[in-house]
Each structure stands twice: as structure tokens, then as C-alpha cells.
């Protein structure tokens, strides 16, 4: 007997177009966290964030049929995440509810994605992170987006050119300026 | 090397992805430059950090979230497929097209002229060219046939009558005057 975990997202999603809603299911429970982090580190509000997931596994779920086995699942899935998340940052932006540039590094509120009570360690660890999370949100959008992909995500170079379809070159560049930018306001938050 | 072509490499020169042309370059360079070697830890470590952090998992209240998005879609889907019973169109619009193509033909019925109900046709000429017209004498059959010097019925068969169309006809070639 076949183990339905063997399948590849690929497949899953061939079986999803043939009407097994189960490989949907499959494919929910493989990228909902994935999705999440991306989202979450790019637009950096998790209500928000899990709308954008929703939203992008609901359009798997209505829109799967249109998904041809010429690019990887993941490159699609992907993609519409992104750009389900550029659409929110874009009405964020026009509705000026926030506008981090203009606030300094303490004015910021940060949402954290646990409740959890904090250690110490937990918290510097948190601390961290916010801080990391901050730089990110200074990042241009096109750079933002490919430095998750790759840094976070841990995607390849060939596949988020795909994803932001822009030329390979171009995407190692992003992501050298981006890395540099990081960098440097990390050094500064120290 | 200048510190912009050393930027431009950091990344491919951390992943080992310069060729040994190039990675000897900017060895020579981080020998030189002991601010461009901190500038390499430094962005190792952001690299590090960036890939420390933990992955955001969706709420409890997701799947429930989900599936209730779902249900909503199937139902909204249920009720298009009920209503389309007639060739594709709903009641609605099914009895809106009848009305519109009764309208249409009621109307052309309406507005049709008279004329194009009867048979019709248009004289070539007015009533006034009809009347000048030169008048034939009118002859009838009999005496129209009493003018011609023979004809089919005087045939006799028993004797028939020879006719001579040698002075009328001409061949081809013929040299006869």
C-alpha cells in the first residue's frame, strides 16, 4: 500500500484536479506554516497574515484546476502568496494605517507569533528576532521579498526567479543589496 | 578590486560560487581590507540569524476557518448548478430571452406595412405608357391561319411535294455562283 506522505505536491495536486479533496487537505497540512512564515515575516502583522494564507488556499481550492505541471507546486503556491501579500502591503500603504520608516526603533509595535510566558533566554531570543524582523521591514518590497525566500524559506536561486519572475541575475543581486542592507541595520540596532 | 566589486561578490563569494579567479581576488582583498573581513562575518551573521528564526505556524482556528470558507463555497456552488436547469440559463433568464424574442417579433409584426402582407409587384411601366401604346389590329386565330398559304393540315402524305432548294442553299466549298 502507498503511503499518501510519498506523494509529491505535484501529484497530490494531479489527484486534487481529478477530485480528491483529500490531496487538497494534504496539501493545506504541507504549506499552511511555510506560507505563514513567509507571509508573516513580509507583511509583519499575523492577523493579517493568516488572511493571506487563507486567502491563497482558498484560490488553491477554486483555482486549482488552472495549475498546469509546468512549474513546481511549490513556485505556484508561492506566487500567489506573494502576491496576495504585495496587494495587502499596497492597501496598507494607501490607507496609511502605518508607516514604519517615519517611527523610530522603539515606537514600533511587534507582534509576536507566541504567547507563551518568556524565559530569559526566550526573551533576548524574542528580542532578536524583533530586531531582525524590524530590518527586514526596511528592506525595499523587492528586496524584502526574495531575502525570505531565500535566507527563511531556504528556497533556490532558479526557483524564486521563478516566483518573482525576474532574471536570475538579477535575484542573486537582490539578494546580495538585501543581505548588505540587513547587515548594516543590524549593526545599528546594536 | 574596488570595496563595489567586493560587494557585488560577498553573497556568491559566502556560497562558493565565484570561480578560483575570482575567490583568489577576493582573498586578496579581505588581505587588505581587515573592515571588508569583519563586513563578511557580519553578513554571515545575519545570514545565520535570518535562517534562526522560528517558523509562524497558522492558529488554532485555522482549519476550522478554512473549512467553513469551503463549505460556503461548495453551497454557493450548489445553488448556481440548481438553478441552471434550462439549456445553461437560469429560470430567470430563460423567461427574460422568451420575453425579449416574443417582444421583438410582436413589435416587427406591429410596425410590418400593410403591403408586405399582400403580394405585390411594381408595373414596369405607368398606366399612361400602357395606353400609348400603338393598338394591333386584332385578328383571330381562323383568319390568321386562312392568311397563310399552306399549312400542316393540306399536308398529303400520299404525295408529297417535292421542293427544290438547290438555288437556296450554298455549302461550304461550293463554287456555284
Given amino acids: ?36 512564515t513567509f507571509v508573516y515575516r513580509f507583511v509583519n502583522d499575523m492577523e493579517k497574515a493568516e ?13 486549482g484546476h488552472y495549475y498546469r505541471n509546468i512549474a513546481k507546486f511549490s513556485t505556484w503556491i508561492y506566487t500567489i502568496a506573494g502576491n496576495f501579500a504585495k496587494t495587502e502591503l499596497r492597501r496598507k500603504k494607501r490607507h496609511k494605517v502605518t508607516n514604519l520608516s517615519q517611527m523610530g526603533f522603539d515606537d514600533r509595535e511587534y507582534q509576536l507569533p507566541s504567547v507563551e510566558p518568556e524565559t530569559g533566554e526566550t526573551a533576548q531570543g524574542h528580542f532578536a528576532e524583533k530586531k531582525i ?12 521579498t526574495v531575502v525570505i525566500l531565500r ?21 542573486k543581486s537582490r539578494i546580495n543589496r538585501a543581505r548588505l542592507q540587513l547587515q548594516q541595520s543590524l549593526k545599528e540596532f546594536k | 578590486m574596488d570595496r563595489y566589486q567586493f560587494e557585488d561578490l560577498i553573497s556568491d563569494y559566502i556560497e562558493n560560487n565565484l570561480s578560483m579567479s575570482q575567490r583568489k581576488q577576493v582573498e586578496a582583498y579581505l588581505e587588505e581590507n581587515p573592515e571588508a573581513k569583519h563586513q563578511i562575518k557580519s553578513v ?3 545570514m ?9 505556524s497558522t492558529s488554532a482556528e485555522f482549519m476550522n476557518n478554512l473549512n467553513r470558507r469551503i463549505t460556503s463555497e461548495k453551497e454557493a456552488k450548489s445553488v448556481v448548478k440548481s438553478t441552471r436547469s434550462f439549456a445553461g440559463y437560469t429560470p430567470l433568464m430563460a423567461s427574460l430571452s422568451a420575453v425579449v424574442v416574443i417582444a421583438v417579433v410582436m413589435l416587427g409584426l406591429e410596425f410590418m406595412p400593410e403591403s408586405s402582407n399582400q403580394a405585390t409587384f411594381t408595373p414596369a411601366m405607368t398606366e399612361q405608357q400602357i395606353n400609348d401604346l400603338p393598338v394591333l389590329p386584332l385578328k383571330t386565330n381562323d383568319s390568321m391561319l386562312a392568311e397563310s398559304e399552306e399549312d400542316s393540315t393540306n399536308y398529303d402524305e400520299d404525295n408529297p411535294v417535292k421542293r427544290n432548294f438547290d438555288d437556296k442553299i450554298q455549302l461550304v466549298g461550293d463554287k456555284r455562283p
Fill in chain 1, 1 to 36: 500500500m502507498t503511503d499518501e506522505f510519498s506523494y509529491s505536491d505535484e501529484e497530490l495536486i494531479a489527484r486534487f484536479q481529478d477530485g480528491d479533496e483529500q490531496a487538497y487537505v494534504e496539501l493545506v497540512n504541507r504549506y499552511r506554516n511555510r506560507l505563514m
Fill in chain 1, 51 to 63: 488572511d493571506i494564507v487563507q486567502d491563497t488556499l482558498m484560490k488553491l481550492y477554486t483555482h
Fill in chain 1, 133 to 144: 524582523q524590524m530590518a527586514i521591514q526596511e528592506l525595499p518590497l523587492h528586496f524584502r
Fill in chain 1, 151 to 171: 535566507d527563511i524559506q531556504e528556497l533556490s536561486y532558479e526557483e524564486i526567479s521563478k516566483i518573482v519572475d525576474v532574471p536570475l541575475g538579477t535575484v
Fill in chain 2, 44 to 46: 554571515k551573521q545575519a
Fill in chain 2, 48 to 56: 545565520a540569524s535570518m535562517k534562526s528564526m522560528p517558523g509562524i
